[in-house]
Antibody, heavy 122, light 107 residues
Framework: QVQLVESGGGVVQPGRSLRLSCAAS????????IYWVRQAPGKGLEWVAVISYDGSKKYYADSVKGRFTISRDNSKNTLYLQMNRLRTEDTALYYC???????????????WGQGTLVTVSS | DIQMTQSPSSLSASVGDRVTITCRASQSISNYLNWYQQKPGKAPKLLIY???SLQSGVPSRFSGSGSGTDFTLTISGLQPEDFATYCCQQSYSSPPTFGQGTRLEIK
């Protein structure tokens, strides 16, 4: 079955960096666009970034543009999120999630991981 | 960005009840509207996509309707496992945006 397993979260000071990973299994990872979506404590879901199936296209929310970088290694079935210059408002549970469509970024997510918690605090 | 507004923000109901949750978009999104269920400590689960299409494996007591700016999620015959938070999301334009969620509680 489809599985997405995030890792790399933790407590970090403002201004520092963190790299999240998402290991995928149970489907042909290289054929699907993949998202990072976050949820701050007690808040709603917020889209962070998306990467095309082949890694050629990347899009970011304005709130993270220039600080976060999404990437993927299709040979390792793994998605990454490099987060630099972290802010307290980046504190959230970060989910990795798969687009419902093959090769096309539809904006609809059919599978989500369990999330990894990032806490930015001094 | 397109704003998504859900109502109510919370709702109490009993097993067997029929409940309706509403989602309104700040501009027309045709039928590019999805509904997710989220339980505490669990990943969100896709219930309905394209406003009214039931995701595979989702019970038929869940249904969605609407187009343009106004959408509804209906659960007919609430089951104990349905008590959760429900969230709408538009996939019409980037960035994809979510509603704030509706918490469905047991009365």
């Amino acid at each position: 079955q489809v599985q997405l397993v995030e890792s790399g979260g933790g407590v970090v000071q403002p201004g520092r960096s963190l790299r999240l990973s998402c290991a995928a299994s149970g489907f042909t990872f290289s054929r699907y666009p993949i998202y990072w979506v976050r949820q701050a404590p007690g808040k709603g879901l917020e889209w962070v970034a998306v990467i095309s199936y082949d890694g050629s296209k990347k899009y970011y929310a304005d709130s993270v543009k220039g600080r976060f970088t999404i990437s993927r290694d299709n040979s390792k079935n793994t998605l990454y999120l490099q987060m630099n210059r972290l802010r307290t408002e980046d504190t959230a549970l970060y989910y990795c999630a798969r687009d419902i469509k093959l090769a096309y970024t539809s904006g609809t997510i059919d599978y989500w991981g369990q999330g990894t918690l990032v806490t930015v605090s001094s | 960005d397109i704003q998504m507004t859900q109502s109510p923000s919370s709702l109490s109901a009993s097993v067997g009840d029929r409940v309706t949750i509403t989602c309104r978009a700040s501009q027309s999104i045709s039928n590019y509207l999805n509904w997710y269920q989220q339980k505490p400590g669990k990943a969100p689960k896709l219930l309905i996509y394209s406003a009214s299409s039931l995701q595979s494996g989702v019970p038929s007591r869940f249904s969605g309707s609407g187009s343009g700016t106004d959408f509804t999620l209906t659960i007919s015959g609430l089951q104990p496992e349905d008590f959760a938070t429900y969230c709408c999301q538009q996939s019409y334009s980037s960035p994809p945006t979510f509603g704030q969620g509706t918490r469905l509680e047991i009365k």
